[in-house]
């Protein structure tokens, strides 16, 4: 590395993402403001990450925002009751908060299945008022994967995640965009866009190993900061994520199992 980039990498303010195995993969934290594809197939914990992402943000006292596009977000929660650092008195006070994007979309009258470039603003520009009025500082849309399903062409797939990451970034929001491919999938995004335009990409996968399926997790991907391009073993535990490095040579260390 340039000692001109190096000094950059270093000066960059960090979000603690409070998943102690991803700050330290990345030297400290994602760089504040980055836009994050987090990328891998069904049951990989992408959803898992992205939640405890943002309940370590409200504890922190940054104002989280989880956007559901699929699930519905009281079922979400069902999945962050059982931790232990989560308080239901977050979610009360407006410091963790979910929304669904449908609602958002009948709210603006979108509803076509086919989103023009005008709509693609429309929502931009709904996203970054909530982000204002909430003070938001950590965002999660779950998933980019069916917004950009409504953007159709290339074109306004590239609009929609390079707006929505200038406007975010500006306003010093880290974000998380989930990304759904298949298993087979040789490529991090669907669309073949989102992984080039976002400042980060995070891959989480299946790997068999002696008969288990264990998740996997690797950052291939992340301006701004030094990280391991190394491969982990992602275990989900009732204390969150915990991710553990996948030794060579078929041995896995303490990965619970
Ligand atoms: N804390 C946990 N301990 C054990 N299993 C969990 C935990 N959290 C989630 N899971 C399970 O892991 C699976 C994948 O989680 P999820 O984050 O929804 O994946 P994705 O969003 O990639 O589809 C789900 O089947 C879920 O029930
Ligand atoms: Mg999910």
């Known amino acids: ?8 990498a270093e000066e960059r303010e960090r979000c603690i993402t409070g998943i ?11 760089p504040r ?7 891998g197939s069904v049951g990989t914990g992408k959803t898992s990450l992205c939640l405890e992402f943002l309940v370590h943000g409200a504890i922190a006292g940054e104002n989280s925002l989880y956007v559901s596009v699929t699930e519905n977000s ?8 059982p931790y232990d650092f989560f308080d239901r008195k977050l979610i ?26 005008e709509e693609v603003n429309i929502l931009i520009t709904a996203i970054g008022n909530i982000v204002d009025e909430l003070k938001i500082k950590r965002l999660v849309i779950d998933s980019i994967t069916s917004v950009c399903y409504r953007l159709k062409t290339q074109e306004n797939i590239r609009d929609f995640i390079l707006k929505l990451g200038a406007m ?14 298949s298993p087979a999938e040789e490529r991090y995004s669907h669309y073949g866009v989102e992984e080039a335009i976002a400042d980060g990409v995070v891959v989480t996968g299946n790997l068999e190993r002696r008969g288990d ?13 030094m990280h391991s391009r190394a491969k982990y073993v ?21 990965a619970g199992g």
């Open 1 to 8: 590395m340039a000692p001109r980039e190096r000094d950059e």
């Open 33 to 39: 403001g980055n836009t994050v594809l987090i990328t």
């Open 213 to 225: 399926l264990l998740r996997t997790l690797q950052v291939v991907k992340m301006r701004g900061t």
């Open 234 to 254: 992602l275990d989900l535990t009732a204390v969150g994520v915990l991710l553990v490095p996948l030794l060579k040579g078929g041995s896995v260390a303490s």
């Open 20 to 30: 102690d195995g991803l700050d330290n993969i990345l030297n400290g934290g994602i």
């Open 74 to 81: 009281d079922k979400l929660l069902t999945n962050i009751i």
């Open 168 to 181: 975010l970034s500006s306003r010093g929001c880290t974000s998380l965009l989930v990304s759904e491919i």
């Open 92 to 117: 009360k006070e407006g410091r963790l908060v979910f929304i669904d994007l449908p609602v958002i979309y009948d709210k603006l009258g979108l509803e076509k299945l086919e989103f023009e470039f």
